[in-house]
């Protein structure tokens, strides 16, 4: 059976080829074809040296020659070409010491993680499967190549990129690389904050947030987080079921997975995994104004709108459908009407600023401060209160100012 590779990927096999190297597609893009769905990239591996890939091309750049990797551009986009290479000790549980090139495609093949990212194709050769990962692929099981305990020893991130696999592809993890698997969690704690915030985000953002039960059962999270691996144990199904209900959008992921912490907690541990700092105030924003519950009054959502943001409040509101609060819809609809209406919101919409009041003989800015807040106040509370004259009077009584 024939499969349809991307013109670009097959152009470099065509090219090595032609220049009598060996090239395959090879990893995710071909257990991603053999599924039936589309490969988000297209990873190519070759008997060539990387100077002899660079010597073939017109365009390309070193991505990681040190380890046989170097970028080949063509007009469609660019590709990954990778030597053969057998890999020496991770002595740091992530990356190889040393890089050995080899001509022999079954010993590149063996370095892998798991069968199903470990089989080779070419149009013309069909695969080249050593290790039985089509038959896994068909059976939805996640196996470790060879001996699942060396390969995660080896390199400590494929632990938690099976549980993220189990995620994205519905698929179970094999019982002895399970096993392999829950004796070695404690070397997550090797990998960098980086690379562990970037496979959990693909996995709550994965269709199959059940999943997530196989962090705490594996013991991943307890040494990536006690305190989420404790919330994960008790609440595991609960925060499935949310995730599931929710948009798939990062900042409501993470706000949904990490609530049962509180928003102290988990700022704490977004710092921890080195989050940005727009969606770690997102996220936290989110958590902590869920005991504030949700104000249907005109007055609650103009007050809350204001407190978040905007972007902010429609992630609450989103949240808050997700874990059931039915209120949040009648809210969308009050926001809609003060939309609708143009009504005063924030201080940008208020009919008298700061310099108005200054030239009304208020010059100390704390003060100005206070009184605009208050003005603010009661333009939300009535909008046919933001009108200037009122507001001005308003003012006056306030400070008792003689006109």
Same mark, same amino acid.
Request: proline letters at 2%.
């Given at each position: 059976?024939?499969?349809?590779?991307?013109?670009?990927?097959? $152009?470099?096999?065509?090219?090595?080829?032609?220049?009598?190297?060996?090239?395959?597609?090879?990893?995710?893009?071909?257990?991603?074809?053999?599924?039936?769905? @589309?490969?988000?990239?297209?990873?190519?591996?070759?008997?060539?040296?990387?100077?002899?890939?660079?010597?073939?091309?017109?365009?390309?750049?070193?991505?990681?020659?040190?380890?046989?990797?170097?970028?080949?551009?063509?007009?469609?986009?660019?590709?990954?070409?990778?030597?053969?290479?057998?890999?020496?000790?991770?002595?740091?549980?992530?990356?190889?010491?040393?890089?050995?090139?080899?001509?022999?495609?079954?010993?590149?093949?063996?370095?892998?993680?798991?069968?199903?990212?470990?089989?080779?194709?070419?149009?013309?050769?069909?695969?080249?499967?050593?290790?039985?990962?089509?038959?896994?692929?068909?059976?939805?099981?996640?196996?470790?190549?060879?001996?699942?305990?060396?390969?995660?020893?080896?390199?400590?991130?494929?632990?938690?990129?099976?549980?993220?696999?189990?995620?994205?592809?519905?698929?179970?993890?094999?019982?002895?690389?399970?096993?392999?698997?829950?004796?070695?969690?404690?070397?997550?704690?090797?990998?960098?904050?980086?690379?562990?915030?970037?496979?959990?985000? @693909?996995?709550?953002?994965?269709?199959?947030?059940? $999943?997530?039960?196989?962090?705490?059962?594996?013991?991943?999270?307890?040494?990536?987080?006690?305190?989420?691996?404790?919330?994960?144990?008790?609440?595991?199904?609960?925060?499935?079921?949310?995730?599931?209900?929710?948009?798939?959008?990062?900042?409501?992921?993470?706000?949904?997975?990490?609530?049962?912490?509180?928003?102290?907690?988990?700022?704490?541990?977004?710092?921890?995994? @080195?989050?940005?700092?727009?969606?770690?105030?997102?996220?936290?924003?989110?958590?902590?104004?869920? @005991?504030?519950?949700?104000?249907?009054?005109?007055?609650?959502?103009?007050?809350?709108?204001?407190?978040?943001?905007?972007?902010?409040?429609?992630?609450?509101?989103?949240?808050?459908?997700?874990?059931?609060?039915?209120?949040?819809?009648?809210?969308?609809?009050?926001?809609?009407?003060?939309?609708?209406?143009?009504?005063?919101?924030?201080?940008?919409?208020?009919?008298?600023?700061?310099?108005?009041?200054?030239?009304?003989?208020?010059?100390?800015?704390?003060?100005?401060?206070?009184?605009?807040?208050?003005?603010?106040?009661?333009?939300?509370?009535?909008?046919?209160?933001?009108?200037?004259?009122?507001?001005?009077?308003?003012?006056?009584?306030?400070?008792?100012?003689?006109?």
């Amino acid at each position: 059976m024939g499969f349809e590779i991307d013109k670009g990927a097959e $152009k470099i096999l065509e090219t090595l080829n032609g220049k009598g190297y060996e090239a395959y597609i090879v990893g995710g893009c071909v257990r991603d074809m053999i599924m039936g769905r @589309k490969p988000g990239d297209w990873d190519i591996t070759t008997s060539a040296r990387p100077e002899e890939t660079k010597k073939c091309f017109k365009r390309t750049f070193d991505t990681g020659i040190k380890h046989g990797t170097i970028t080949v551009l063509l007009e469609g986009g660019s590709y990954e070409v990778t030597t053969y290479r057998i890999e020496g000790e991770y002595t740091d549980c992530r990356h190889p010491d040393e890089v050995v090139f080899t001509r022999d495609i079954h010993e590149d093949l063996l370095r892998r993680d798991f069968t199903m990212n470990a089989i080779a194709y070419h149009p013309r050769e069909g695969f080249i499967d050593p290790f039985g990962g089509r038959d896994d692929i068909e059976k939805k099981t996640i196996r470790g190549v060879g001996f699942p305990d060396e390969r995660f020893r080896e390199d400590a991130l494929r632990m938690l990129r099976a549980v993220r696999f189990a995620a994205q592809l519905g698929f179970s993890v094999e019982e002895e690389t399970w096993k392999a698997l829950k004796n070695r969690a404690e070397l997550i704690k090797k990998v960098s904050a980086e690379r562990i915030r970037e496979e959990l985000q @693909k996995l709550i953002m994965s269709g199959r947030p059940e $999943k997530l039960s196989l962090l705490a059962e594996s013991g991943l999270m307890g040494y990536i987080w006690p305190s989420l691996a404790d919330a994960l144990e008790k609440y595991s199904a609960e925060t499935a079921g949310e995730l599931a209900a929710s948009e798939a959008v990062p900042a409501l992921r993470w706000a949904l997975f990490l609530r049962r912490l509180g928003a102290a907690e988990a700022q704490s541990l977004m710092k921890g995994l @080195k989050f940005d700092t727009k969606t770690m105030k997102s996220v936290c924003a989110v958590i902590a104004e869920e @005991k504030n519950g949700v104000d249907v009054s005109p007055y609650g959502v103009k007050k809350t709108l204001n407190r978040l943001g905007d972007e902010n409040y429609g992630l609450f509101l989103k949240y808050s459908l997700a874990i059931g609060d039915k209120r949040a819809g009648e809210a969308e609809k009050v926001l809609e009407e003060i939309r609708k209406k143009g009504e005063c919101v924030g201080l940008k919409d208020l009919a008298l600023n700061g310099t108005d009041i200054g030239k009304m003989g208020v010059k100390d800015g704390r003060l100005i401060g206070e009184i605009l807040s208050a003005l603010l106040d009661e333009a939300q509370k009535d909008n046919e209160n933001n009108k200037r004259e009122i507001l001005e009077d308003i003012v006056r009584k306030k400070l008792t100012l003689k006109e």
